[in-house]
T-cell receptor, first 117, second 115 residues
């Protein structure tokens, strides 16, 4: 079945440091790929997405490129801020099952990021 | 729009008790789902619905029931609570069930403790 593997946390960085959070996936067909972010005490919200190979998703200075050849979707940001401290989830949405399987997300385990001054 | 709302925010149950977690969305979304979040395991799908009157099981459905009588509401019922159901529960919705590229919108979560 579908699966997502992302790097273990927690990750602690100084403000303005470069961020990479690795994510690789296993899926049949052509999934859509997502990064969701969860701030403390809140639900998840979409950070960025890519729906086909070589697409680059970007938002709030974060970027990720859909690499089908390496089955990866690594999250990057050139200069992190304290306000970026959160848990980041990589996820995929697989092909729709004809019996009405719907829009099911498979999540990685999450990576906690802490940014210090 | 209020988006996706969940009640209660916190709940403590004793083993064997039953309860219903409420979820509602005001975006006229077709697809709704329930996830549980446990440390080190990410989010796992419990049940989902592709429209009113249509529900199906996800990855971890045992011990939970759902129904979808309206587009707006998707309650999750715990039939006989067990300590293994201690978790944070998230409801999510998405505009169209068959579009895998659709963003899912999440509620704020319900933190459930079963003693």
């Amino acid at each position: 079945g579908d699966s997502v593997t992302q790097m273990e946390g927690p990750v602690t960085l100084s403000e303005e440091a470069f961020l990479t959070i690795n994510c690789t996936y296993t899926a049949t067909g052509y999934p859509s790929l997502f990064w969701y972010v969860q701030y403390p005490g809140e639900g998840l919200q979409l950070l960025l997405k890519a729906t086909k190979a070589d697409d680059k998703g970007s938002n709030k200075g974060f970027e990720a490129t859909y690499r089908k050849e390496t089955t990866s979707f690594h999250l990057e940001k050139g200069s992190v801020q304290v306000s970026d401290s959160a848990v980041y989830f990589c996820a995929l949405s697989g092909q729709i099952i004809l019996t009405g399987g719907g829009n099911k997300l498979t999540f990685g385990t999450g990576t906690q990021l802490k940014v210090e001054l | 729009n209020a988006g996706v709302t969940q009640t209660p925010k916190f709940q403590v149950l004793k083993t064997g008790q039953s309860m219903t977690l409420q979820c509602a969305q005001d975006m006229n979304h077709e697809y709704m789902s329930w996830y549980r979040q446990d440390p080190g395991m990410g989010l796992r799908l419990i049940h989902y619905s592709v429209g009113a009157g249509i529900t199906d099981q996800g990855e971890v459905p045992n011990g939970y029931n759902v129904s979808r009588s309206t587009t707006e509401d998707f309650p999750l019922r715990l039939l006989s609570a067990a300590p293994s159901q201690t978790s944070v529960y998230f409801c999510a919705s998405s505009p169209r069930a068959e579009r895998s590229y659709n963003e899912q919108f999440f509620g704020p979560g319900t933190r459930l403790t079963v003693l």
